[in-house]
């Protein structure tokens, strides 16, 4: 991933996140949250790859 693809990533996300804010009226429409949060559903741990030649 480039820096410039990680800054439109973080742009979409927190763009994202306060159109989800207004949507469902948590906060005013325009008015910035103050607060936000991510959550992620916990994935299992992957194996490691066999490094045996």
Do not use: N, Y
Not at 14 to 22: D, E, F, I, M, R
Request: no cysteine; proline share 9%.
């Amino acid at each position: 991933m480039t820096q410039s693809d990680a800054v439109r990533l973080a742009v979409e996300f927190l763009a994202h996140g306060w159109q989800s804010a207004w949507d469902d009226g948590a906060v005013p429409d325009g008015t910035r949250p103050h607060l936000m949060r991510m959550s992620v559903q916990k994935q299992p741990p992957q194996k490691a790859p066999d490094q045996r030649v």
